[in-house]
């Protein structure tokens, strides 16, 4: 009489693949991807009327990153390393310039009237920027606002704005509002 063939247990052989992806999976990183931190505007009330935003001249500073990664901000052509200075310039209009952001007085929760300026930055760069310089011009303009925030809240509070509590740092928001806006990447050079 024949014997029948010894065959391997194979619910064994799931059980140790089973650990095993369990244990890479523990020990593994993921890479993490890089990008920048917004905080994105509240949607819009459904019921709301689109009313186009008209914005005065001169409370926009318009910059331009083309392909080649030239930066134009307010007509002139200037280096990345300008434009914290030439933001912060704008946004303070310390000399009450008409060519600059008009200030509106707003009165702010738990600190009182504030003239608030209307400066909007408008960012428009090429399909072609690369993502390093656009990173790069964001860096700048976020610091400038930054810059100016720890001006006023080391006149106000006798603080940097990130040892501020939360209370606070929402009164310098609202003095010192960060309104850069993006307008959609565009091809420019290309023929259609």
Do not use: C, W
Request: hydrophobic letters at 40%; glycine letters at 4%; proline letters at 5%.
């Amino acid at each position: 009489m024949a014997r029948p063939a010894q065959q391997l247990p194979s619910s064994s052989l799931a059980d140790i693949a089973f650990m095993v992806l369990i244990f890479f999976l523990l020990v593994s990183t993921m890479d993490q991807d890089l990008g920048l931190q917004r905080r994105l505007p509240p949607m819009p009330d459904p019921n709301q009327k689109a009313d186009d935003v008209q914005i005065k001249r001169r409370n926009m500073l318009i910059i331009k990153l083309n392909e080649a990664d030239r930066l134009l901000a307010g007509g002139s052509q200037i280096d990345v390393s300008m434009l914290k200075d030439k933001a912060m310039e704008f946004l303070l209009n310390s000399a009450n310039d008409e060519n600059l952001p008009e200030r509106e007085v707003k009165t702010i929760e738990g600190f009182g009237s504030y003239p608030v300026s209307k400066g909007v930055i408008s960012l428009q760069n090429h399909r072609g920027t690369s993502y390093e310089a656009y990173l790069k011009v964001q860096n700048e303009l976020v610091k400038a606002v930054n810059v100016i925030r720890d001006e006023f809240a080391m006149a106000n509070f006798g603080k940097v704005y990130i040892n501020l509590d939360e209370d606070k740092q929402r009164i310098v928001r609202e003095a010192i509002p960060q309104n850069i806006s993006e307008a959609e990447p565009k091809d420019t050079g290309r023929k259609k």
